[in-house]
């Protein structure tokens, strides 16, 4: 089992809907969680970090936390085409990312 | 500008040649870590230093691998005898303790191909 999992993607929405991205843990004991996002050809940039359960927002951003059942979520409201680019799930005990989920928001 | 600066940008290669990556750190920022990626994969974790000293480092690394960071200030990845398989965008970032955790802020990587 990977330490860090992301749906598999490429994940597809229509511009102004809800994109929805997921994220597992296989280490109990994390308790960082953030998300980057990734354009083509360029480096990772944080958007959201996270570190209580529950929801965190930053504008159209939404990050979820639930440690129970390990999992977290980045939800991307009013999806723009600017927001299409690869968003990859990074966990702080022990640096790893997930392979990321490639976005592309369709005008 | 005061972010994370990594050089050369891009570095081509012959298998077998020894190269060195470097990689200057936001200033205030004690912790730097060295990330390889390759495409389609999410960055995979090599070592990280706080100050000069070197925390973690991969047990996946081969020994052709090895970081330093003398002062703790920037730091230089060094892979001797390259490999094709060594091919990929080698990723700096550095961080500093925030509320709750660290976050990670990128330089632009340096790409490497080894022909």
């Known amino acids: 089992q990977k330490e860090v999992e992301q749906n598999s993607g490429p994940l597809s929405v229509p511009e102004g809907a809800i994109a929805s991205l997921n994220c597992t843990y296989s280490?109990?004991?994390?308790?960082?969680f953030f998300w980057y996002r990734q354009y083509s050809g360029k480096s990772p940039e944080l958007i959201m970090s996270?570190?209580?359960?529950g929801d965190k927002e930053d504008g159209r951003f939404t990050a979820q936390l639930n440690k129970a059942s390990q999992y977290v979520s980045l939800l991307i409201r009013d999806s723009q085409p600017s927001d299409s680019a690869t968003y990859l799930c990074?966990?702080?005990?022990?640096?790893?990312f997930g392979a990321g989920t490639r976005l592309t928001v369709k005008p | 500008d005061t972010g994370v600066s990594q050089d050369p940008r891009h570095k081509i290669t012959k298998r077998g040649q020894n190269v060195t990556f470097r990689c200057d750190p936001i200033?205030?920022?004690?912790?730097l870590y060295w990330y390889r990626q390759t495409l389609g994969q999410g960055p995979e974790f090599l070592t990280y230093?706080?100050?000069?000293?070197?925390?973690?480092k991969s047990r996946l690394l081969s020994d052709r691998f090895s970081a330093e960071r003398p002062k703790g200030s920037f730091s230089t990845l060094e892979i001797q005898r390259t490999e094709q398989g060594d091919s990929a965008m080698y990723l700096c970032?550095?961080?500093?303790?925030?509320?709750?955790?660290?976050?990670?802020?990128f330089g632009p990587g340096t790409r490497l191909t080894v022909t």
């Open positions: 200033s205030e920022h004690n912790r």
């Open positions: 230093f706080q100050n000069e000293a070197q925390l973690e």
């Open positions: 996270i570190y209580s359960n």
């Open positions: 280490d109990r004991g994390s308790q960082s």
């Open positions: 990074a966990v702080r005990s022990s640096e790893r």
């Open positions: 970032a550095s961080s500093f303790p925030g509320q709750g955790g660290y976050e990670q802020y």
